[in-house]
């Protein structure tokens, strides 16, 4: 049974620089849910994916941006990179309608911003 | 705005002692209660969940959830040097949206 995977595992860049982070869900998941967990903090959501679609965003700015694949899996985008966007970026999937929808990670993304 | 409350710690326990984690949350109407497990550089692992409140208990780890004093804790019977790491709780709220709002995290060191 496939787990969660992201890539790449680690990122530097400058700022004012773009990057994309992709994901790809547990098998047999269908919702994928964004977090940015900067140090010694807990994941703050960033965004979810469902049905190709947006489905709640947290407090980020449209800098922040996403999609979903039909094969469910995703991409975050960032634009305009700043020195505090260097965080570690989790992948979370899980099954929509769940009575628990639990959310399990992938390995995660670190950027980072110079 | 939901919060989730943890003591950042450091709780430092010996080896074989029970290592208690408290979380505590500010949405009444909070539904699910999580427990992942943060090695330091890694990503969040579940360790396990929890709806009702009392006890549940899986292996060497118990969750006890009290919705009245709106608490949930995390019990670790048998603490191991393995299982040094951040302690992360995540609630989340009734009406079907289901993001997790998360706690900073508890580290937990088991020393021998």
């Known amino acids: 049974d496939a787990g969660v995977t992201q890539s790449p595992t680690h990122l530097i860049k400058t700022r004012g620089q773009q990057v994309t982070l992709r994901c790809s869900p547990k098998s047999g998941h269908d919702t994928v849910s964004w977090y940015q967990q900067a140090l010694g903090q807990g994941p703050q959501f960033i965004f979810q994916y469902y049905e190709e679609e947006e489905r709640q965003r947290g407090n980020f700015p449209d800098r922040f941006s996403g999609h979903q694949f039909p094969n469910y899996s995703s991409e975050l985008n960032v634009n305009a990179l700043l020195l505090g966007d260097s965080a570690l970026y989790l992948c979370a999937s899980s099954l929509a309608g769940g009575a628990t929808d639990t959310q399990y990670f992938g390995p995660g993304t670190r950027l980072t911003v110079l | 705005q939901k919060e989730v409350e943890q003591n950042s710690g450091p709780l430092s326990v010996p080896e074989g002692a029970i290592a208690s984690l408290n979380c505590t949350y500010s949405?009444?109407?909070?539904?699910?209660f999580f427990w992942y497990r943060q090695y330091s550089g890694k990503s969040p692992e579940l360790i396990m969940f929890i709806y009702s409140n009392g006890d549940k208990e899986d292996g060497r780890f118990t969750a006890q959830l009290n919705k009245a004093s709106q608490y949930v804790s995390l019990l670790i019977r048998d603490s191991q040097p393995s299982d040094s790491a951040t302690y992360l709780c995540a609630v989340t709220a009734a009406g079907g949206s289901y993001i997790p709002t998360f706690g900073r995290g508890t580290s937990l060191i088991v020393h021998p």
């Open positions: 949405d009444r109407g909070s539904q699910s």
